[in-house]
């Protein structure tokens, strides 16, 4: 005989995991670590790392490794590859010989290491550059992730709203089912006319046309919320109350996408003097060994050392002078910008915060007072003593007080999490 608690426990397992809670943080630490988005810009900062590493290496000696096979009856390269091949004869000075050598071929390899010594301040100035870019990029991508935690607070706390919305879409559907319920017997009992009853049908069909329209926006907040995470969440219970409080933030932090500007701005100061290091001369030694042979065993070798300047000018690099100063000046004001833009976005979080919270407090009287209207109204309706018009009233304004303060609710917590990401601090206290 089967054990029926064999049966049971693989169920209870799947309803508890159905109605697994999720708290805002996890549902941004999983976004942060299963976002493709984010993870693209993860392999962007590699990307810009490794860069840095190559301008950084631009110092070191560069090799070069030749490999090649010649054969040849052309005067002077037949003489030249017999000297490399450390063959010359006596017979190989007679004219006839030297005039018009026989063919000869041979394999010979070489290998060059350059190393520069000095290129005009364009090599520190690279490597600076490269450094200040790999910053930027790192910056850029940290603010890109408080970005996503941003939307991910949106949605995540937009999805709770309207869960909360369809419970209230709900009541009110069955408070106007009751009211149906109600005025439809008093009118087949003749004490009620039928324009009232007609009254009540449509006021509950509305009512229930809001319950499908908040179940709709209940559904495109699920899905928004799963996108933003990259998994799906719409069995998971969203467990962080909205209107909870976030962590306070009051200090400024440091700001991704400006310090990001700053290093870019960076980057473009070194740019200015590598350009301006083209003007220069180069100064760097180079060595090179060599061989030819006729066959493995038989053959020449040959090394070279040497140091060497040389300054090349051009025009066109006047002018790429004069392009990094433009860039640089815009890398400049771009910061300029972004530090104004940053500071009014603080004030507008703070305002919003402010006013949303004075807001909260006006919706909670309303929806108290309309509560106890809606059920005084509805008492008295029955007794008689007041026209339906009453109670539908007092529905409604049960209905737009209960939208206020959730929309309210909604908006405080979206004012922390948005003066958290204007003053550079962890949004939900998440830290990478």
């Not at 400024?252 to 590598?274: C, F, I, M, N, Y």
């Not at 006047?318 to 004001?333: D, G, H, I, K, L």
Request: avoid cysteine; charge should be positive.
């Amino acid at each position: 005989m089967t054990n029926p608690l064999k049966v049971l426990v693989p169920f209870t397992a799947l309803a508890l995991q159905a109605q697994a809670p999720l708290s805002i943080q996890e549902a941004i630490q999983t976004a942060w670590s299963k976002q493709s988005g984010l993870q693209a810009g993860e392999a962007m900062v590699a990307k810009a790392r490794a860069e840095a590493e190559a301008m950084h290496s631009l110092r070191l000696p560069t090799a070069t490794l030749g490999v090649g096979f010649m054969r040849t009856d052309e005067p002077m390269m037949a003489f030249g590859t017999k000297l490399d091949q450390a063959r010359i004869s006596q017979m190989d000075f007679m004219p006839s010989a030297l005039n018009h050598p026989d063919a000869i071929q041979g394999t010979g390899a070489t290998l060059t290491l350059s190393q520069p010594l000095y290129a005009g301040g364009r090599l520190d100035a690279a490597r600076r550059a490269g450094a200040a870019m790999a910053n930027a990029e790192g910056a850029t991508q940290g603010h890109r992730k408080q970005q996503v935690a941003f939307a991910i607070t949106q949605a995540y706390f937009g999805a709770q709203v309207a869960e909360q919305a369809v419970r209230y879409a709900e009541d009110t559907l069955k408070q106007a089912t009751e009211t149906e319920r109600f005025v439809q017997a008093r009118v087949e009992q003749g004490l009620m006319l039928k324009s009232e009853g007609e009254r009540t049908k449509a006021y509950r069909a509305q009512s229930e046309a809001g319950v499908v329209e908040a179940k709709a926006r209940l559904a495109s907040a699920r899905s928004a919320l799963a996108l933003l995470l990259g998994t799906d969440v719409s069995a998971s219970t969203l467990s962080t109350p909205v209107d909870g409080s976030a962590s306070d933030v009051s200090t400024p932090g440091q700001r991704g996408d400006l310090h990001a500007a700053r290093q870019q701005s960076q980057a473009a100061k070194e740019g200015v003097k590598a350009a301006q290091g083209s003007l220069k001369p180069e100064v760097g030694l180079q060595f090179i060994a060599g061989t030819m042979r006729q066959s493995w065993n038989t053959g020449g070798n040959w090394t070279t050392a040497s140091l060497g300047a040389k300054w090349t000018f051009s025009f066109s690099d006047t002018q790429r002078v004069s392009a990094a100063r433009a860039q640089a000046r815009a890398a400049e004001f771009n910061v300029r910008w972004q530090e104004a833009v940053a500071s009014r976005e603080v004030e507008e979080a703070r305002r919003a915060i402010q006013t949303a919270e004075a807001k909260i407090s006006f919706a909670k009287t309303a929806v108290e007072a309309s509560e106890s209207v809606r059920a005084i109204r509805t008492a008295r309706h029955r007794e008689g003593l007041l026209p339906l018009v009453e109670v539908l009233d007092a529905e409604s304004a049960l209905t737009g007080a209960r939208t206020l303060l959730l929309a309210s609710q909604l908006e405080r917590r979206l004012g922390q999490a948005q003066l958290a990401l204007a003053l550079g601090q962890p949004i939900e206290n998440v830290k990478e």
